[in-house]
């Protein structure tokens, strides 16, 4: 039996609004489309979710209209909530500006998920089963209160846990004394190519992936996401390698990094090699940014459709891509 991707991080409310591009300071711009939906770590529990893992939200949320948003969303997905709703205020929200590349711009506002306690990292703690993936984001770490708590919740995790790190945005604002603890735990590290360059000051993805991979433990690896490019795959005692992306036409990049990695995680957790996994998730993040919204990561069927003859298809499913 696989093992559950459980989420000790952020789901709150995206409003993304698609802008033919950004304007500039001062400016203005008229959005061509917009919509509130359910984001965040939100679309990496679905991606795991919908390729058969079972996935859990150990995270905060709110009571009000965001809060109301997330638990329908989850519960949309079958994915169970583990703590109960804060009664103090409401989730937090992320504006999401997408431009006519497909490139997205994130303001982000907190709301309860930013007061977490030592208290609800214990009730995740006494959940976990052995062989459970937990997924951490940056996201949670630089902020001021909960950065401490999670270093130290999971610097305390068992080894018979997996601890997959998405450096998140704002990896260059969270503090030593919270990231060192939490990279010297850390089984997985999956960042894209702009968080790769400001956690080594690398452009190349590839010497990126090779100086992550020396700063975590000894059995650990690292994946640095390069878009239509695929993703450099960095394992213990052996040179990074080049894992090709499978070319769509991107309508929108929202939410894909959080399809790779839960589609990575996944199929990890069930048994597939981590160049497999990593090659699926490559097709899992293209299959979603060619369909607008941001969780769009496809299931099993879909992503066996998307693969057709494929290698990657038989390896996945079978004979015949199934």
Known sequence: MS??????GNVIADLVIEV???????????????????????????????????????GLHG????????????AAEDIA??????????????????DGEGERTFVTSFGVEATLTRADLDAVTASLRPGDL?????????????????????????????????PAPLVADIPEAVLAPVLARTDWLSA????????????????????LRERLAPGAGVLVRADKDGCWLATPGRPPVHVPGFPVAAVDSNGAGDAHVGAFLALLGQGH?????????NAAAAYAVARRGPATAPDRR?????????????????????
């Open 20 to 58: 033919p591009a950004l304007p500039e300071r001062g400016g203005d711009v008229i959005a061509t489309r917009a919509g509130t939906t359910a984001g965040g770590g939100f679309n990496t529990l679905v991606a795991a979710g919908r390729l058969g893992t079972e996935a859990v939200f150990a």
């Open 302 to 322: 879909a992503l066996a459709e998307f693969l057709g003859e494929h290698p990657l298809a038989r390896a996945l499913f079978g004979t015949g891509g199934r």
């Open 81 to 98: 909530t583990l703590l109960a709703p804060r009664t103090d205020g409401d989730t937090g929200f992320t504006v999401a500006l997408v």
């Open 3 to 8: 093992g559950r991707l459980i989420l000790a």
């Open 63 to 74: 009571t009000g209209p965001h809060g109301d948003l997330v638990r329908a969303a989850l």
């Open 273 to 281: 090699d981590p160049l497999t996994a990593a090659s699926a998730a």
């Open 192 to 211: 894209n190519a702009r968080e790769a360059r400001l956690m080594t000051g690398l452009d190349d993805p590839r010497a990126a992936a090779t100086a």
């Open 134 to 166: 937990v997924q951490l984001s940056g996201y949670g770490l630089v902020l001021r209160d909960n950065g401490p708590l999670l270093a130290d919740f999971t610097a305390a995790l068992p080894t018979d846990i997996t601890v997959c790190l998405d």
